[in-house]
């Protein structure tokens, strides 16, 4: 009897399009694009439009056949409206799914769609045929209809595991011992077996990892609910992104004696990485401490910075080693001390250090100057039989006044060659005991550029031990 009416509408509706073709504002036609389907399937139509009007015209799309069958678009658009500019034409494709699958029967159904001008009011008719071929994915007589949604990060950490929520909620009385969902990506691919009970909802919650390697791509996720061999839900797919990670593990520091020696590893999942490491330093550290691979010193905002351009290896990661070594300023500082204390041990115990003051010049040379002869006991012991000599070139002489207070010599000798000697004898000095020797000299001639006098010369006792010892060489310049 259904049959038979929907056979009844078509032959109206087609006398109807026949007597109204002259005097209709518009046209109508379509071209399948799938219409032979099973009833848990859905037919696709191309519906066109053409306007005969000399103005755009809107018109409403919809079907009186519903809750049979169900007219929509994908996406869903409701209600479904249509613009077509004046003498022209354009399509719209409709989607038509089965509802009432307990009644619909395998064969041929027509399905009335209705278009209405919003312009002038008119409307036409058209039925469009679609082929039920087969009744078999029906399950219990119901077509299974089972809501799904997908959960999942849009950007993925490969370090990381990833959290994926499904959720199945079944709206029908259909009880399913057997589905099996599907994930599929190009990194991950699982096939998980899943019951699900009539009218149930549930929620699948998995955790998977990738190799924490993985290059940044994009991917997408693609989950599939099968019931047997036959797809109940189309695949939903989840656009994602694997993110660039860049990472620097804990220094591994191995300390020894005065010597440091830290190990940082660098990775990334980006195996064409190649951007700057940088490691703080400081001026001080910087002249103990080596690197491998060797690194360049960076000056920024006032410090400094071990920098690396980064090269990583087949394993994605590139090793820094940094040794701080002390031990070489270690030594040295022990060294000066032994040279300190070696020099203190046995440096002479009497001091002499000569100087010069009360320069007279003329004629744009030297003509006279004070000479003083500084001795000091700076040893612990007591020094004995002092004989201090001084040899004056022979271009000067000295002169015999003494100043008051200080230690006539001894003895003044003239020599061709040598020039003057002059000598002093002191008897003792205690420790820390200091004597002032002084003494004038007067040139012949004034004297231009530079004046050298030589060491003073000493030789006494100390602690019965003969020792000689010299003073400081001086340079005049005029």
Request: net charge positive.
């Amino acid at each position: 009897m259904y049959k038979i009416k929907k056979y009844f509408s078509f032959l109206l509706i087609l006398i109807m399009c026949i007597s109204s073709v002259y005097a209709i504002s518009f046209e109508l036609s379509y071209s399948p694009i799938k219409d032979k389907i099973e009833i848990s399937d859905v037919a696709k139509f191309k519906l066109e439009i053409k306007n005969n009007l000399n103005k755009n015209q809107t018109f409403r799309i919809y079907s009186l056949d519903y809750p049979v069958w169900d007219v929509r678009t994908e996406p869903i658009v409701n209600p479904i409206f249509l613009d077509v500019e004046s003498n022209s034409k354009n399509s719209i494709e409709l989607v038509i799914d089965p509802l009432d699958t307990k009644n619909i029967i395998t064969g041929s159904h027509f399905i009335t769609i209705r278009v209405k001008s919003k312009t002038t009011n008119e409307a036409l008719a058209i039925p469009m045929i679609v082929a039920i071929t087969s009744r078999e994915s029906l399950v219990q007589g119901y077509t299974p209809t089972i809501i799904t949604t997908v959960n999942i990060p849009k950007k993925i950490d490969p370090r990381e595991e990833i959290p994926i929520k499904i959720n199945l909620n079944n709206q029908n009385v259909i009880n399913y011992t057997d589905l099996t969902i599907q994930i599929d990506s190009n990194l991950i691919k699982d096939s998980i077996k899943y019951e699900l009970g009539p009218e149930e909802e549930k929620a699948l919650m998995l955790t998977k990892r990738l190799n924490p390697l993985t290059s940044p791509q994009k991917d997408s996720f693609a989950v599939t609910v099968l019931k047997g061999d036959k797809v109940v839900v189309n695949p939903i797919v989840i656009p994602v992104e694997i993110i660039e990670y860049t990472h620097k593990d804990k220094e591994e520091v191995k300390k020894k004696f005065l010597k440091t020696e830290k190990e940082i590893v660098f990775y990334s999942n980006n195996p064409d990485y190649s951007e700057e490491m940088k490691i703080e330093t400081s001026l001080f550290k910087i002249l103990f401490t080596s690197t491998k691979p060797k690194a360049k010193v960076l000056k920024e905002d006032d410090k400094r910075y071990f920098v690396w351009n980064v090269k990583l290896d087949e394993n994605n990661s590139m090793e820094v080693i940094i040794v701080e070594n002390y031990r070489i300023l270690f030594i040295a500082i022990i060294l000066a001390i032994i040279l300190v204390f070696i020099y203190y041990k046995y440096r002479s115990p009497l001091s002499i250090r000569k100087e010069v003051k009360n320069i007279i010049k003329r004629e744009g040379g030297i003509s006279g100057l004070n000479v003083i002869l500084n001795i000091k006991n700076r040893g612990n012991k007591k020094i004995e039989a002092i004989e201090l000599k001084e040899v004056i070139p022979n271009i000067t002489n000295i002169e015999k006044d003494i100043s008051i207070g200080t230690l006539k010599p001894t003895q003044i000798l003239k020599h061709e060659k040598k020039g003057t000697i002059v000598k002093w004898v002191i008897d003792n000095l205690e420790v820390g005991e200091e004597r002032v020797l002084s003494y004038k000299i007067r040139h012949r001639f004034p004297i231009l550029g530079d004046f050298n006098l030589p060491s003073a010369t000493a030789k006494f006792k100390c602690n019965r031990k003969e020792i000689k010892t010299s003073s400081n060489r001086l340079s005049v310049s005029s």
